[in-house]
């Protein structure tokens, strides 16, 4: 047998379904490394705010309220609907998992 010690530094998943990113997250809850990152499209608005604290209470369920010491758990989620022209900085909002939510970062 060959020993395969994967060391995995960031776990990273896409979806482009709006209805369908909750599932990347749930993967990638069983997943140990520093950095897991998630990017996904939805709606803005209260919708949006709905859906993360969905998928924040559903990851709490899997993981609790934080992550491991080392650890960050990154939600990006994208304006869906969005033409390639109308890409811009502002598209894309990071969530990162904190005491059970997902907090936006200012960074």
Same mark, same amino acid.
């Given at each position: 047998l060959k020993p395969y010690l994967w060391d995995l530094k960031v776990a990273f998943e896409h979806e482009n379904n709006t209805t369908e990113w909750l599932?990347?997250?749930i993967k990638l809850s069983h997943?140990?490394?520093?950095?897991r990152i998630v990017v996904c499209y939805f709606t803005e608005g209260e919708e949006r705010a709905k859906a993360l604290n969905f998928a924040s209470a559903m990851l709490c369920k899997k993981i609790g309220e934080n992550v491991a010491e080392g650890e960050q758990f990154l939600l990006i989620i994208g304006d869906s609907g969005r033409r390639a022209k109308q890409v811009n900085i502002s #598209?894309? #909002?990071p969530y990162l998992y904190q005491n059970g939510v997902f907090k936006i970062q200012n960074w």
């Open positions: 599932d990347e997250v997943i140990r490394c520093p950095l #598209t894309y #909002t």
